[in-house]
């Protein structure tokens, strides 16, 4: 199994949205709804933020959403704020109780 | 639901990192869950290590395959990972998290846990 691949970098003005990337293949992110993204801080433990492709966990804002179009996952940010800078991994189940994780994407906010 | 990693912090290269997991707050037999390892490399991203049923079911990264065993001790809520052969670039803060077991996600992490390979 080989990593989703994320953009690098992605940055973004205060207020404004943005969206990240995950692409995958048809053995993972394309033949599953098991797409989920967390968010993790400098020196912090990663937390979920997304899973189920577009579900959102008790206390993640509105302003984070998700959404999959064929092997290609993505997050996006409305509204960004300050505490939204940080780095930001998607997964993905890829068949056999297997699972695999994107490279990372550091949101920097404008 | 919280967890916890322990173990020693630095492994001689060719020896073997041994780690635990203690789960607080619910029983590591819930059918609703996998119990989870993964580790990330200074710098650098996210590697799912393997998952572990209460029943003591394990599922492995294929790369990791051979050095990696998982144990689970349902007495004492814990879970553990062994990871034989290691060398420097099995440095790396090592977390445990709850997976679910029906989409795979990870829910709840640990602290995490920063174990260094060197003499």
């Known amino acids: 199994q080989s990593a989703l691949t994320q953009p690098p970098s992605a940055s973004g003005s205060l207020g404004q949205s943005v969206t990240i990337s995950c692409t995958g293949t048809?053995?993972?992110?394309?033949?599953?709804?098991?797409v989920s993204w967390y968010q993790q801080h400098p020196g912090r433990s990663p937390k979920l933020m997304i899973y189920e492709v577009t579900r959102r966990p008790s206390g993640v804002p509105d302003r984070f959403s998700g959404s999959k179009s064929g092997n290609t996952a993505s997050l996006t940010v409305s509204g960004l704020q300050a505490e939204d800078e940080a780095n930001y991994y998607c997964s993905s189940y890829a068949g056999g109780n297997h699972v695999v994780f994107g490279g990372g994407t550091k949101l920097t906010v404008l | 639901l919280q967890l916890q990693e322990s173990g020693p912090g630095l492994v001689k290269p060719s020896e073997t990192l041994s780690l635990t997991c203690t789960v607080s707050?619910?029983?590591?037999?819930?059918?609703?869950?996998?119990w989870g390892w993964i580790r990330q490399p200074p710098g650098k991203g996210l590697e799912w290590i393997g998952n572990i049923y209460y029943s003591g079911r394990t599922y492995y990264n294929p790369s990791l395959k051979s050095r990696v065993t998982m144990s689970v001790d349902t007495s004492k809520n814990q879970f553990s990972l062994n990871l034989n052969s290691v060398t420097a670039t099995d440095t790396a803060v090592y977390y445990c998290?709850?997976?679910?077991?029906?989409?795979?996600?990870?829910?709840?992490w640990g602290k995490g846990t920063t174990v260094t390979v060197s003499s």
């Open positions: 707050g619910g029983s590591i037999s819930s059918n609703n869950y996998f």
């Open positions: 998290a709850s997976v679910h077991s029906y989409n795979y996600y990870m829910d709840v």
């Open positions: 048809s053995s993972d992110v394309g033949n599953y709804n098991s």
